[in-house]
């Protein structure tokens, strides 16, 4: 009932030269090219008070009080709609010592010769990797959930890894990675801003969806690596 009045009062001020409020995110850990879209927002929304909430987690809006979750994968909730960004494909990498130490793999069934690293919530679920007809499972010396624990494995030369293409982007550009079985793309990955269809959005909710949709070209650019 609270957020209900609290909208309603939100919409009043829509139509004024700013908007102002708070704004509830959640957003997924180490998704660093959205920190700077949010720090861009605020700047230029400065009555926009920001709480941010990391987790890789299902975000129950209600619950954990969020106006706008930005989620990666399919979206198949009838609460919630579902607001496309873009697509984008993970990156096998290493870095140029580990090439030079234990050469490159030229098939993906070449993996189960390298020390490797994944992503994985369980301790008791092995990692797969899936590539175009073919599913391996890597010689995964570590997995974790912390995207930058493997970025750090993969640049101290001692694994291979798959990450985001907007985590490994600047460590391509300088050298310190290298791109590795690009001719076997990865599957793509869906980014999506969610929030609840049962609520009439805010002007505050809704100033944020168009400044994330407007920023779309610019997330591109941000989320691409160049090889």
């Not at 920190?35 to 920001?50: E, T, Y």
């Not at 269809?197 to 949709?213: D, I, K, M, Q």
Request: glycine share 4%; hydrophobic share 40%.
């Amino acid at each position: 009932g609270l957020d209900i009045v609290q909208e309603g009062r939100d919409a009043l001020v829509s139509d004024q030269a700013h908007v102002k409020g708070k704004l509830r995110l959640s957003v997924p850990p180490s998704f660093s090219p959205w920190w700077q879209l949010i720090s861009d927002f605020q700047k230029d929304h400065p009555d926009i008070r920001v709480h941010l909430l990391s987790t890789e987690r299902r975000v129950h809006t209600v619950e954990d009080g969020i106006d706008v979750a930005l989620r990666v994968g399919r979206v198949e909730h009838e609460a919630m709609i579902a607001k496309h960004l873009l697509d984008y494909r993970h990156v096998v990498v290493a870095s140029p010592q580990f090439v030079a130490t234990y050469g490159r793999p030229n098939s993906p069934e070449d993996l189960g010769r390298f020390p490797c690293a994944t992503w994985s919530l369980g301790t008791n679920t092995s990692a797969t990797w899936r590539f175009p007809g073919l599913t391996v499972e890597p010689n995964a010396v570590l997995s974790t959930n912390d995207s930058m624990h493997l970025l750090h494995s993969a640049m101290a030369g001692e694994v291979i890894t798959e990450l985001p293409p907007f985590i490994v982007k600047e460590a391509i550009e300088r050298g310190q990675l290298v791109p590795l079985l690009s001719a076997y793309p990865l599957p793509e990955s869906s980014l999506n801003l969610l929030y609840p269809a049962h609520r009439h959005p805010s002007a505050v909710v809704r100033t944020y969806l168009e400044y994330c949709l407007n920023r779309i070209p610019w997330l591109e650019h941000a989320c691409c690596t160049r090889t």
